[in-house]
């Protein structure tokens, strides 16, 4: 069922996350990752977070971290949620700021497993093409 705000615990568990990593605590939201996670980016080459990493440590350098080194701003509306047993579909929009002065303001959707109370997998979906008319 889709809802504006989470109704399970694993809904609510990613809520967190989200909260979590707009206000700057990834501690928080790394403790929230599985240690054998598989988190997986784009596979487009051109876009600065690509492939898959499979480990907390990997998702820290992989994809936190290489945050600040493209944008000023970067910001994740969740809009709509989809729950079912361990699996979260969050979809919304992105709006950021690139280093070079562009704007970016695209759809995405992170389709999450979350298995007791860690996030095992997560699957992001991106607008690519819009990514790259702005990077």
């Known amino acids: 069922m889709a809802t504006t705000e989470p109704t399970t615990d694993n ?5 967190s996350a989200y909260e979590a990593f707009a ?7 790394l403790d929230l990752i599985a240690d054998d996670v598989e988190w997986i980016e784009t596979d487009a080459v051109a876009i600065p977070i690509t492939g898959t990493s499979r480990s ?6 992989n994809v936190f971290m290489k945050l600040p080194e493209h944008f000023e701003t970067f910001e994740l509306r969740p809009e709509l ?4 047993g361990d699996d979260v579909v969050a979809t919304g929009r992105l709006v950021a700021r690139l280093k070079n ?8 959707a992170h389709v999450f497993t979350v298995k007791d109370g860690k996030i095992t ?3 992001n979906h991106n607008d690519t093409a819009r990514w790259l008319e702005v990077l």
């Open 56 to 61: 907390r440590q990997a998702v820290l350098e």
């Open 121 to 123: 997998r997560n699957d």
């Open 23 to 29: 206000r700057g605590d990834v501690p928080y939201v």
């Open 101 to 108: 002065g562009n704007d970016l303001d695209a759809p995405y």
């Open 11 to 15: 809904g609510r568990l990613i809520k």
């Open 81 to 84: 949620w989809i729950e079912s």
